[in-house]
């Protein structure tokens, strides 16, 4: 009797779509019609998931709590409201699945409407069946609506902890919403069949009810050619754009752009490679989706994008070869009052590399609308990249309401997508287009669980578990939001302005004939440059302003003052008043101390064309690396800068001083030290024999309150089989120095003894990582550790971590490596005192001013007190120093006024601490 459900569907569907039945809380509106997500949505989305709650990676088995009956609850939502999706992880055999077990509360948290195993709920028990309750790719998945009134809980009991995600929508209070129960009454089912049948058939389009007509058009693109390839008249709407091609090569999809205008706005609503446009990430791979997806040879968007008075594509090839290229575009009838009042909008991202310790942003906007998902790309060497999680902030949020649980968790996968990608990989709501290795594309769509805003959308990707990776990952995101009332575009395409920059503003929907008076920012009345600032039939006020020099710095209103009243273009505009300096570090480290050697990425912004600068940290003039360099046509530098061994070690403040504009200003500090710090997860491992090594967050293992500075929050495990174990971590130095190492070890219960080697060099004879903990994998950081001095040159080394032993209870063979400091020093005795830490010395008004750390113990760890503190000066060789002071051992400042140098000839210091005749290093001052 097939026939007659599928009969039944047919006839639902159709009374479906004229509209019958839809309120506020009316939640199968938007998944069962797709132009329904270009209506504002009456719901508010929440999401519970596993997410580490310390801020580690340690995101399985994180629950909200436990019921009455010990059941660890997945989450709580207060109603009225819906679940409207729900996904968990899955790994192991039906016979363990079937022993763990799921309970639906609906209104009532005390009895429940369903009692499952979650092998059942997933797919084997009516009404949660394929399609919209399965399993795929390690995990299980739902879409089946389950409503209530005032409370809506889902529970969980097994000896397996769970990765999971819910996401609830909350309806206006009062909203009247029928409650979930089992058996499903029929009119829930027949809706629930509707959208059985929207799963089953993704490529049909929006406004399936309405008459259209099909445009199509085909160009020829020459190299770096672009060309207007639709232009259609409103009002209406595009229920579906489909582009027919043979050529399934990455050189087309990767290489042509499209821009897709509504409403005669000269900023593009959807931009970007068809690639990401129609969802071929990562070459040809058919499939089908809810929004993008392949039908035999055509590539099609399946979003409804309705327009007012224009809809214009214009296509661009960023390629060196000739490319043809169809449209086709279905084009809706509407009367003006029939348009939707939002639009389709997309935020496209490349970055490649992403950069570690810097999130990867998928999307940040201002205003409203609603959130309707996302195509990612990722591209890698290290597979560990999709263990980033997803971050949503809602409404300028100061922490995310969103958190994920892991990269292929938020596309509704698990465990990297090891089940391999097949058949079920390719849904209406959720998928991986291609998976090999490290690469991967997916697609999430929020059919059921849109997520609107109403003032700001952020999302960001971790890459890898602590953003500690980088790789080439690109995304579109999409959107349904109101039109924009202005476009604000400044020449230099950032974002903001600096003095001498152009800044088209253009406004929509004015009456034709109305005028724009003027343009101010914070009050001030920017320069016409170009433009009638009068609106045309279009209804568009179009005019271009400039920024002269004297506005302030900051963020202030941009305002337009029109005949009809005064707009808010954008409410904080950012201008810099003076050119801007920006810098950032060759070396991926995860601090931002910087060292003698370090090259610098530095931009300098807001110059005129050809001209020069120099950079300055504080006095000290900071030469070029590859000669003087020259601004370009748009007024900007970038170039190179060696940190030379002369820069003392204390924190600069930077600028540019160019030839004729004022001088550049610098919001980063240049923190330069002399002591070289290694973080143990960036060292490269050399080799290891009976031991395994894994990078761990920290926190995971850190006990409540204890607030110790981790460095970045990272730290290396070493598991140990005996006494035999060991791992070798390379590093690098830019320069050769005498060292004196220093180790940072985390300490617990199981913790081994350690034995430290340096280039095959005994460095820490032993030393003990364990304390009384029992039965616990909390930690504490260890103290300094002091290993020997070493004289090293600019070149690859080894720290060699070995095994010693177990610990005094003999309870494991554990060693966590958080990080190496090298203290760097010359010309010392291995049993003279050290030399003062941390010399610093900078010119002050009536001299030279030299600052020391003071001395406690000597080479080999003896506590000393210094009696006085020696200072020695010369000019071009140590056989000449002598000695100018001699100040208590209590102090720690010396001014020398008596300082005699020319800029051919630098002066160069020593501090000795002096109990008896010792030597010490030496630290130098380039003068002026």
């Known amino acids: 009797m097939a026939w007659k459900r599928e009969l039944r569907i047919a006839f639902l569907f159709a009374l479906l779509l004229a509209g019958s039945g839809a309120n506020a809380a009316d939640y199968w509106s938007y998944s069962l019609h797709q132009e329904q997500l270009c209506e ?25 709590g ?50 499952t195993t979650l092998f059942r709920f997933f797919g084997h028990v009516e009404p949660f069946v394929p399609p919209l309750a399965d399993s795929s790719t390690s995990s299980f998945y739902c879409y089946v609506p389950i409503p209530f009134q005032t409370r809506g809980r889902i529970t969980y009991s097994g000896q397996k902890n769970l990765y999971f995600h819910v996401t609830t929508l909350e309806f206006d209070a009062g909203t009247v919403v029928e409650p979930f129960v089992i058996p499903p009454p029929h009119n829930y089912l027949e809706k629930l069949d509707s959208l059985r049948w929207r799963f089953e058939h993704p490529w049909e389009p929006a406004w399936p009810n309405r008459t259209f007509q099909t445009h199509s058009e085909t160009i020829t693109l020459p190299p770096e050619g672009n060309s207007e390839i639709l232009n259609l008249a409103g009002p209406g709407g595009c229920r579906r754009l489909l582009c027919p091609t043979a050529d399934h090569s990455t050189g087309l999809l990767d290489s042509v752009w499209l821009e897709i205008f509504s409403d005669h706005h000269v900023v593009p609503d959807v931009e ?12 040809w791979h058919p499939y089908q989706s809810a929004f993008t997806g392949m039908l035999g040879d055509t590539l099609y968007l399946n979003l409804p994008i309705p327009f007012q008075s224009e809809l214009r594509v214009e296509a661009e090839n960023r390629g060196s070869a000739s490319r043809n290229l169809t449209l086709i575009a279905e084009i809706t009838d509407a009367s003006a009052s029939d348009v939707e009042p939002y639009r389709l909008q997309a935020i496209y991202r490349h970055e490649n590399p992403t950069t570690p310790w810097q999130l990867y942003e998928v999307a940040a906007r201002r205003g409203s609308g609603t959130y309707l998902g996302t195509l990612l790309d990722m591209r890698a060497l290290n597979h560990n990249i999709f263990e980033g999680d997803e971050e949503i902030f809602l409404n300028e949020e100061s922490e995310p309401s969103w958190r994920g649980t892991g990269t292929e968790d938020y596309f509704n996968a698990g465990y990297y997508w090891s089940a391999g990608v097949g058949d079920y990989d390719a849904l209406a709501s959720h998928g991986c287009i291609r998976k090999n290795l490290a690469q991967a594309a997916a697609y999430r769509w929020h059919t059921t669980d849109p997520v609107s805003f109403t003032d700001g959308f952020h999302m960001t990707f971790e890459v890898g578990p602590l953003d500690n ?9 999409l959107f349904a939001a109101p039109p924009r009332a202005w476009d604000v575009v400044d020449a230099g395409g950032d974002g903001s302005t600096l003095p001498g920059e152009s800044l088209r503003l253009t406004g929509y929907g004015r009456s034709p004939g109305s005028t724009l008076a003027e343009v101010r920012y914070d009050g001030y009345v920017l320069t016409w440059l170009a433009g009638s600032g009068v609106a045309d039939a279009d209804s568009v006020l179009d005019v271009t302003v400039l920024l002269t020099s004297g506005l302030p710095s900051g963020e202030f209103p941009l305002v337009a003052v029109t005949s009809t009243g005064v707009d808010t273009v954008d409410a904080a505009w950012r201008h810099h008043a003076v050119p801007q300096m920006s810098f950032a570090s060759h070396r991926l480290d995860c601090d931002d101390f910087l060292f003698a050697g370090d090259t610098l990425d530095v931009i300098v912004e807001g110059l005129r064309a050809g001209e020069t600068a120099q950079p300055r940290a504080d006095s000290y003039a900071l030469p070029w690396a590859e000669g003087t360099p020259a601004a370009d046509e748009s007024g900007r530098i970038a170039a190179h800068i060696v940190l030379p061994s002369w820069l003392p070690a204390r924190d600069f403040s930077l600028c540019a001083e160019p030839s004729f504009s004022r001088t550049a200003e610098c919001s980063q500090l240049l923190r330069v030290r002399s002591i070289c710090r290694y973080e143990i997860e960036d060292m490269v491992r050399h080799g290891y024999s009976y031991s395994s090594m894994s990078t761990l967050f920290a926190p995971d293992y850190a006990p409540t309150g204890v607030d110790e500075p981790w460095g970045r929050d990272l730290a290396r495990v070493m598991t140990g089989r005996d006494t035999l174990s060991f791992v070798e971590l390379a590093f690098s130095l830019s320069r050769a120095d005498s060292f004196r190492t220093a180790y940072f070890f985390g300490r617990l219960y199981n913790g081994a003894r350690v034995r430290m080697l340096l280039d095959g060099v005994l460095d820490v004879a032993d030393f003990n990582t364990q304390f009384a903990t029992p039965g616990s994998w909390t930690w504490l950081r260890s103290d300094t550790v002091w290993g020997e001095w070493h004289h090293l040159s600019a070149d690859s080394h080894v720290i060699r971590v070995e095994i010693a032993g177990s610990n005094s209870p003999g309870t494991g063979l554990t060693v966590i490596l958080d990080q190496l400091a090298l203290f760097s020093g010359l010309n010392y005795t291995p049993a003279a005192p050290c030399t003062p830490q941390d010399l610093v010395i900078a010119p002050v008004a009536d001299g030279v001013e030299l600052r020391w750390r003071h001395v406690r113990e000597d080479l080999l760890g003896h506590p000393i007190t210094p009696d006085f503190y020696s200072i020695f000066r010369w000019t071009s060789s140590p056989d000449s120093a002598e000695v100018v002071a001699e100040v208590s051992g209590t102090d720690s400042c010396y001014v020398d006024r008596d300082n005699v140098s020319s800029p051919d000839c630098p002066v160069f210091y020593r501090v000795t601490a002096r109990i008896e005749e010792r030597r010490g290093s030496q630290a130098t001052w380039p003068t002026r």
């Open 469 to 477: 990776l980088t790789g080439d990952y690109r995304s579109i995101a």
């Open 66 to 115: 436990s019921d009455a009956y010990g059941w660890k609850i997945l989450c709580d939502a207060t109603g009225p409201g819906v679940i409207g999706e729900f996904w968990c992880t899955r790994q192991d055999a039906h016979a363990i699945l079937d022993s763990i077990r799921l309970r639906v509360f609906v209104d009532d948290t005390v009895t429940w409407v369903l009692d």
């Open 272 to 283: 970007g490679p068809l690639a990401a446009v129609f969802g071929a990430a990562q070459g």
């Open 40 to 64: 504002p949505l009456d719901a508010t989305a929440h999401h519970f998931s596993s997410w580490a709650r310390n801020g580690g990676n340690n995101d399985l088995g994180n629950y909200y």
